[in-house]
């Protein structure tokens, strides 16, 4: 892995650190380093996606999205955090998660990485959910064909959707009906 010729923190908060790097041929460039994420799509036994609607301070909005959270526990690894915040957020449970894939968010000025997953829940909530987030749920087929139009505007949350369509297991729910 590549390494700078030489960094200086530049400003440091509780999940994000910003470093002013100096890179041969490239000069200074600004990274900000924050905790890894995960993202979960939960679908129910009738077909239904779990999504979550809660607002977001730097886009000025409420978005529709996969339920997720930053592991930013010790020792936690990214099936267990995901697990977790499905339950956090929605008060549904996983019953056997699996790995989708992983980007990086916006490596152009960040490190950032999202592990995705998806996983089955009961018909139900076994909790509530988490203050300030509205459970939204939609038949899957919708919320692809929504992804496919470009109709979700949180990008992991509509690769994750699309990435859920090409599972198996999934294929005919997530599938338009006739």
Request: contains cysteine; charged residues 25%; negative net charge.
């Amino acid at each position: 892995m590549a390494e700078p010729a030489a960094s200086r923190v530049a400003w440091a908060g509780a999940y994000l650190r910003v470093e002013v790097e100096t890179w041969p041929g490239v000069g200074e460039y600004e990274v900000i380093h924050k905790h890894h994420a995960v993202g979960i799509v939960p679908v129910t036994p009738d077909g239904d996606v779990v999504l979550v609607r809660q607002f977001r301070p730097p886009v000025r909005d409420a978005l529709v999205e996969v339920p997720a959270g930053l592991l930013d526990i010790e020792g936690e690894d990214a099936l267990t955090c995901a697990e977790r915040e499905l339950f956090e957020e929605t008060g549904f449970r996983s019953r056997g998660a699996a790995f989708l894939g992983g980007v990086y968010v916006s490596p152009g000025f960040t490190d950032e990485y999202m592990h995705l997953f998806w996983t089955r829940t009961d018909a139900g909530p076994e909790g509530e959910p988490e203050e300030g987030i509205d459970v939204v749920r939609l038949p899957l087929h919708r919320a692809v064909a929504s992804a496919r139009e470009g109709k979700v505007r949180n990008a992991t949350t509509a690769l994750a959707l699309l990435l859920a369509a090409g599972v198996p297991a999934l294929r005919d729910v997530a599938a338009s009906p006739p």
